[in-house]
């Protein structure tokens, strides 16, 4: 498959947004076939030769298991030993981690007050823990307008909560529900 990032523009420069792709393994397998704890799984991104000057692709793998909360499996880096695995610490130098993600394994994805409570921990760390000058902010204000439209699908009619009025109803999500709503 060929995805297309989001691009975050400041005055001088542009930078890809931050993404996040979730790989799942359907079925279930005799518990024997599984007994060896380490499966091999190859993921491969590239990026055209002609960017190639400007950024290279960091693979981050962590566990959607909350036992392993926060834990790194693995970190890409220039190497293309898929075997080397780096500490949770070296994950993110200089970022936030995103507190909210993985989402429990209780979460209801039809469950309005699952989405609320989503959407108040997306509020909180995008105010608080994330500069607005980063790519990860704007990654994060379209999070929260995500998470705050499932949890209020009635939105801007109906009744909903003020959110933190330093997350601007700004973004691509957003703007397009909002236009929607008035057709």
Request: charged share 20%; with cysteine; glycine share 4%.
């Amino acid at each position: 498959s060929t995805i297309y990032p989001g691009i975050h523009y400041t005055d001088s420069h542009a930078s890809l947004q931050p993404m996040s792709l979730t790989v799942c393994f359907p079925g279930k397998f005799p518990r024997q076939i599984l007994e060896r704890s380490d499966i091999p799984v190859r993921i491969s991104v590239s990026i055209d030769e002609e960017y190639g000057t400007f950024t290279t692709p960091v693979i981050e793998v962590a566990s959607l298991d909350l036992r392993h909360r926060g834990s790194l499996l693995h970190r890409s880096g220039d190497s293309d030993d898929v075997s080397s695995n780096f500490s949770p610490d070296m994950s993110n130098v200089g970022e936030p981690t995103i507190s909210f993600l993985p989402l429990p394994p209780s979460f209801d994805f039809v469950n309005r007050a699952d989405w609320e409570t989503v959407a108040q921990r997306i509020q909180e760390w995008v105010t608080t823990e994330v500069d607005t000058e980063s790519s990860l902010w704007t990654w994060g204000r379209d999070a929260f307008w995500l998470a705050f439209v499932a949890a209020y699908p009635s939105f801007p009619m109906g009744k909903w909560p003020m959110w933190d009025p330093r997350i601007p109803l700004e973004g691509s999500f957003i703007e397009e529900w909002l236009q929607r709503s008035n057709d």
